[in-house]
């Protein structure tokens, strides 16, 4: 763990510090003497049993993956409770009052995270409070629930029948894309005073805490539709675009169908696109259920609608931090996965000067590794400084005063690349004298999203990426977008290569931490033609590693 600083100047906290004892009376100073000698073996003894010494740093890490078992609470050092106590609810963001023996995470990541500058805002904490609220109130199993299921049942939507709404997330797509679209989901959820509810699928429960207060987050499993989650796509005759374009549904109608099925992936069409359209957000206020599958981060299209214009500033008024703070809100890794987090940083990364990740993600086809991109991340990390260089000509270089021992944690479906690095470092000095060590969790040689134990494991190394101190990504990969927010960590991004060559500059740094959409709508609402809606505000631009993608910036400057 990385050493945190403390003021020993804090007024609120007693500590024993010798003074000049001409200046004190022998009886202040025989006192001052008995309190520490009393004090003393207990302090010794409490600094030993929790005082951690990290393991050695270069053993093969694969064997962590196979003993998942809850970790024993967190060792800190005896100056740390202050801050601790201060900061476990990060500023306001969480809510206390849980069980912290059920989600050792929720409060013990302060614990393994440097100080970060991105505080909540007022407003968005007291958002969060009233959301809380809303959803005791109308969560699964409460009367309010009861009576929308029962309004569900009926085939019919009529309006002001029920006292709350809801919006339902569908389990889709691989973990990171679940994790970005349930954030977005969230972020509308706030925005139209819905209560969220969320389908399991095969693996949520075992991923993550209950983020709420007293109701589950999930969709109980006798919800009355859920078994036509599977066969919703953009061809579903319950889809929006498809009532929009068969004239099922309109301002006018009285009634309407109980629910109304929300088609945001990346193949939707235009009508389906009207949702991020003020006047068509008016209409689907009207609904009580409204169901949404979706593998997309599209909150920067929320940002271009006139009607959540002035709430999202006041939520955000720092706009890059929008899945930084949510994501925290939200994600708290289960007892079981975050086992497999601590146990692998206390050993690999918490006794290095410096923790550099490296996230590799290729989407040519073909095992690999590619030597283009073994020379691509070299040209990336000694070309921007993360990393130095080796000096391949001697066996041996005068060591220096101050080195650093630099921790680089890489993750791949494939062992290639941290082989490659590796041996680079182990075989030769550097020329700066520092040590570096290079670790990877797990290879699993393809994306296997069905499989629980694969989703743990990519859920641990998303995680572990968000600890570092630099963070090196792939292009258009949702993992690397959600280690980067949750890190608030602006990364440096490894271009996607053509023709399998090694692009020149091979990497580029980020404009900001939030995610990219990548199949945000080219409409203008009110002209009823097509725009470039990443020119429309200069907080909404275009991505740097996918042209036609949207992303919110806090400040926009030219690339």
């Not at 569900?152 to 997330?169: A, M, P």
């Amino acid at each position: 763990m990385a050493e945190r600083k403390y003021n020993h100047n804090q007024s609120h906290v007693n500590i024993w510090r010798p003074c000049d004892p001409w200046k004190r009376s022998g009886l202040e100073a025989m006192r001052s003497s008995k309190t520490l000698i009393l004090a003393l073996p207990f302090l010794i003894m409490l600094t030993f049993l929790l005082r951690h010494k990290p393991s050695d740093r270069f053993t093969d890490a694969t064997p962590f993956f196979n003993n998942l078992t809850t970790p024993p609470l967190l060792e800190v050092d005896v100056l740390q409770h202050v801050d601790i106590a201060e900061d476990k609810l990060l500023g306001g963001l969480l809510a206390d009052g849980f069980d912290e023996q059920s989600c050792l995470s929720r409060y013990q990541s302060i614990l393994y995270r440097k100080a970060l500058p991105y505080k909540p805002s007022p407003y968005l904490v007291s958002k969060l409070r009233k959301y809380e609220d809303l959803h005791k109130r109308c969560g699964p199993n409460t009367p309010s629930y009861n009576k929308a299921v029962e309004q569900l049942k009926s085939g019919s939507n009529v309006v002001g029948t029920t006292d709350c709404k809801y919006v339902v997330w569908v389990w889709y797509s691989g973990l990171g894309n679940r994790i970005l679209t349930l954030a977005s989901v969230f972020l509308y959820a706030l925005l139209t005073e819905r209560v969220l509810l969320v389908d399991r699928g095969n693996d949520m429960a075992n991923l993550f805490c209950e983020p709420f207060p007293e109701r589950s987050w999930f969709l109980p499993m006798n919800f009355p539709i859920a078994k036509m989650f599977n066969s919703f796509d953009q061809k579903s005759a319950e889809s929006y675009g498809n009532l929009l374009k068969n004239n099922m549904i309109k301002a006018s109608m009285g009634s309407l169908p109980s629910y109304v099925y929300l088609h945001l992936a990346h193949d939707y069409d235009d009508h389906d696109k009207l949702f991020f359209c003020d006047d068509d957000q008016a209409l689907l206020k009207r609904f009580t259920w409204l169901v949404v599958k979706t593998d997309n981060y599209f909150v920067p299209s929320l940002f271009l609608m006139p009607s959540f214009e002035d709430e999202l500033k006041k939520l955000f008024p720092n706009k890059e931090t929008i899945f930084h703070h949510l994501g925290r809100y939200l994600f708290h890794p289960s007892n079981h996965v975050w086992g497999i987090i601590t146990r692998y940083y206390k050993a690999y990364l918490a006794g290095a000067d410096e923790r550099v990740g490296i996230q590799v993600r290729v989407f040519d086809k073909g095992p690999g590794p590619y030597q283009y991109v073994k020379d691509q991340i070299s040209a990336c990390t000694i070309g921007e400084k993360l990393l130095p260089e080796v000096d391949t000509r001697r066996l041996a270089v005068n060591p220096s005063k101050n080195p650093k021992v630099k921790a680089v944690l890489m993750t791949s479906l494939v062992y290639g690349y941290y082989e490659n690095m590796k041996n680079i470092y182990w075989e030769h000095p550097t020329v700066t004298g520092d040590i570096i060590g290079v670790h990877q969790p797990s290879h699993e040689e393809q994306q296997r999203s069905e499989k629980p134990l694969h989703n743990m494991k990519a859920l641990a190394e998303m995680y572990l990426l968000s600890l570092t101190d630099v963070l090196v990504t792939s292009a258009w990969s949702t993992f690397g977008y959600v280690a980067q927010g949750l890190g608030g960590l602006k990364p440096w991004i490894l271009y996607k290569s053509e023709n399998q060559t090694t692009p020149n500059p091979p990497c580029q740094r980020a404009m900001s931490m939030e995610p990219c959409f990548h199949a945000p709508p080219f409409y203008d609402c009110k002209a009823k033609e097509g725009i470039d809606t990443g020119k429309v505000v200069p907080h909404v631009r275009h991505c740097e590693d996918i042209s036609w993608g949207l992303k919110v910036v806090d400040r926009y400057t030219e690339l």
